[in-house]
């Protein structure tokens, strides 16, 4: 069974770019954390475009910011061959695969989101980092839900990491 995993609280995604040392690589949800829940695909865009953007201002090789969310955005890396590569559908997060390059850089590689028991789970499952945003999207039941009882078990997974910058 994985150790605890380390737990950065941001109150938004893009200070994950703060953080010293700056991460090997960074899993972003999308959905509650870069986007409002259920967004439109040209909301998804413009929000990988800004923090895509953001990244590259801080020097950070875009090959390794991949972004994750359980939405099956049909023919995405078709349509917008800038993100194939780096953006992974239909995630069944905490369930997903990240790349192995990721899972070398082990608690070096961050995921970036808004639930403990799906993105955090994710990071704890290979020994990442999880940076949990505190979301001011208004989330639907079922997100409050699952955030709620992730609160309650993130003693038993997730350890409050000190945070330089």
Request: glycine share 4%; net charge positive; hydrophobic share 40%.
């Amino acid at each position: 069974m994985p150790s605890r995993a380390p737990l950065l609280l941001l109150e938004n995604p893009e200070n994950v770019f703060d953080l010293r040392p700056t991460p090997a690589a960074l899993l972003v949800d999308v959905e509650g954390t870069l986007t409002e829940f259920s967004p439109s695909r040209g909301s998804v865009i413009e929000a990988l475009k800004r923090f895509d953007e953001v990244a590259r201002r801080n020097s950070v090789d875009l090959r390794r910011v991949h972004y994750i969310t359980n939405a099956d955005f049909k023919e995405f890396g078709v349509q917008y061959p800038d993100f194939a590569a780096r953006v992974h559908p239909h995630a069944r997060k905490p369930f997903f695969a990240p790349p192995e390059e990721f899972r070398r850089y082990g608690n070096d590689t961050v995921v970036v989101g808004d639930q403990y028991l799906t993105d955090g789970l994710l990071a704890w499952r290979f020994g990442f980092s999880f940076a949990l945003v505190r979301t001011s999207v208004d989330q639907p039941t079922w997100p409050r839900v699952q955030r709620a009882i992730g609160r309650v078990l993130a003693l038993v997974f997730f350890k409050v990491a000190e945070v330089s910058r």
